[in-house]
């Protein structure tokens, strides 16, 4: 059964900080990982990495995939309040998306 | 507009009833998959249906049950053997079962008193 794990499960910064947020995944057969950003209902995409793509970057996020630890990260910098968010990472594989617990992200101004 | 609907947003109900949630899309997306999301628990799979009057069972489908009537609709039943029905409940599609990206409805909060 396919493993997604993040951490920390919460974290409170202040407006302008840079965080990290961690993922590590134990899966059978590595197809891609995902993360989205839950701000209060519907999940919306962020970024998608493979074997073959494992930096991805837009505005202030990017994320990196270590094919080695089996984890990816995704930054943010200079944070603002609209980041304030669940940050969800996933697998995708056997046609279907794996979740990890997410991550609440708190900006605080 | 396209998009995913899930209706109502806010469903209560008394324990021991069985509660039907509503999913449509007009994407015209093969794919559709239930989630559910508890506080700290991430988003879990429930079922999901990768064509027409075809469906699979998720990673936590005992109390649920859905059909696959036609392809913009994917009814979720949450029935009376579901033990802990109260969580938020989030729809979604894909252009077909191998495609990565899900597109989310905006979710239904049951409550179950």
């Known amino acids: 059964e396919d493993k997604v794990v993040q951490s920390p499960l919460s974290l409170v910064v202040h407006e302008g900080d840079t965080v990290t947020l961690n993922c590590s995944y134990e899966?059978?057969?590595?197809?891609?990982l995902l993360w989205y950003k839950q701000e209060k209902k519907a999940p919306t995409f962020l970024f998608m990495l493979?074997?073959?793509?494992i930096e991805k970057k837009s505005g202030r996020l990017s994320s990196i995939l270590d094919k080695k630890e089996l984890s990816s990260i995704l930054n943010i910098t200079a944070t603002q309040t609209g980041d304030s968010a669940i940050y969800l990472c996933?697998?995708?594989?056997?046609?279907?998306?794996?979740f990890g617990t997410g991550t609440r992200l708190t900006i605080i101004p | 507009d396209g998009g995913i609907t899930q209706s109502p947003k806010y469903l209560f109900r008394k324990e021991g009833q069985n509660v039907t949630l509503s999913c449509e899309q007009n994407?015209?997306?093969?794919?559709m998959y239930w989630y559910r999301q508890d506080p700290g628990q991430g988003l879990r799979l429930i079922y999901y249906?990768?064509?027409?009057?075809?469906?699979q069972k998720g990673d936590i489908a005992e109390g649920y049950s859905v059909s696959r009537e036609k392809k913009e609709s994917f009814p979720l039943t949450v029935t009376s053997a579901q033990k802990n029905p109260t969580a938020f409940y989030l729809c979604?599609?894909?252009?077909?079962?191998?495609?990565?990206?899900?597109?989310f409805g905006p979710g239904t909060r049951l409550t179950v008193t």
């Open positions: 979604a599609s894909s252009i077909h079962r191998a495609s990565y990206e899900q597109y």
């Open positions: 249906s990768q064509i027409v009057n075809d469906f």
């Open positions: 994407l015209n997306h093969d794919a």
């Open positions: 899966v059978t057969n590595f197809r891609s």
């Open positions: 996933a697998h995708f594989g056997n046609e279907k998306l794996t």
């Open positions: 493979t074997s073959s793509g």
